[in-house]
């Protein structure tokens, strides 16, 4: 089976610019998952999303959105870049039951200049 | 809310030397804990879980953890480290209520350095 993708792998935006990341998660998985990971705040929770519906979120601003697509696939957008939202973007996915444990995309890395 | 300690940003280690990195958590219940293991330029990838039964865990790569419910930890171990084993390292926790989904807390991560 293939894992978790997303794309880009590596962008450069401007501040103030916006930006959409994609992510495809494995095949039969329905859940999607979205973390930012910066060395000085680690690995944070942005939002999950279950059958198109956004099931949690983190304690982002509204300038953090996402969604998820009917086959599955999500996309996240930042609206409004700052220079802090540089980061790792990880997506993952878990397949359907109780308590299962979440497989990652390799990421993309953001870089806002 | 939930929360997770890794106490250490990096433990040095000898190659064939077992390896202990440790994990504290907080969270109300029982805990769903998980490890998970980052390469440079990689995504994570999932260790071992805890949800319920035998307190020893066995995962991956020959790495296993102990949850103990008294002291709140779950400490990754490794009988004999390779230089392979060389990566950042982060303990996890999902909070066993039924509105939290699958959101994961982690800890800060410690970085695993395996001298040969």
């Known amino acids: 089976k293939a894992g978790v993708t997303q794309t880009p792998r590596y962008l450069i935006k401007t501040r103030g610019q916006q930006v959409t990341l994609s992510c495809s998660p494995i095949s039969g998985h329905r859940s999607v998952s979205w973390y930012q990971q910066t060395p000085g705040q680690g690995l944070q929770f942005l939002f999950e999303y279950f059958s198109e519906t956004q099931r949690n979120k983190g304690n982002f601003p509204g300038r953090f959105s996402g969604r998820q697509f009917s086959n599955s696939r999500s996309e996240m957008n930042v609206s409004t870049l700052e220079l802090g939202d540089s980061a790792l973007y990880l997506c993952?996915?878990?397949?359907?039951?109780?308590?299962?444990?979440?497989?990652f995309g390799p990421g993309t890395r953001l870089t806002v200049t | 809310a939930q929360s997770v300690a890794q106490p250490e940003d990096q433990v040095n280690v000898a190659e064939g030397n077992p390896l202990t990195v440790k994990c504290t958590y907080s969270?109300?219940?029982?805990?769903?804990l998980f490890w998970y293991v980052q390469y440079p330029n990689r995504g994570l990838q999932f260790l071992l879980k805890?949800?319920?039964?035998?307190?020893l865990v066995k995962g991956s790569y020959g790495f296993e953890a102990e949850f103990n419910k008294s002291q709140t930890s779950f400490h990754l171990k490794k009988p004999s480290a390779l230089v392979s084993d060389s990566a950042l390292y982060f303990c996890?926790?999902?909070?066993?209520?039924?509105?939290?989904?699958?959101?994961?807390?982690f800890g800060g991560g410690t970085r695993l350095m395996v001298k040969p």
């Open positions: 969270v109300s219940g029982n805990p769903y």
């Open positions: 993952a996915s878990s397949p359907p039951g109780p308590i299962y444990e979440q497989y």
């Open positions: 996890a926790v999902r909070d066993p209520g039924g509105n939290a989904g699958n959101m994961l807390t």
């Open positions: 805890y949800i319920t039964g035998d307190n």
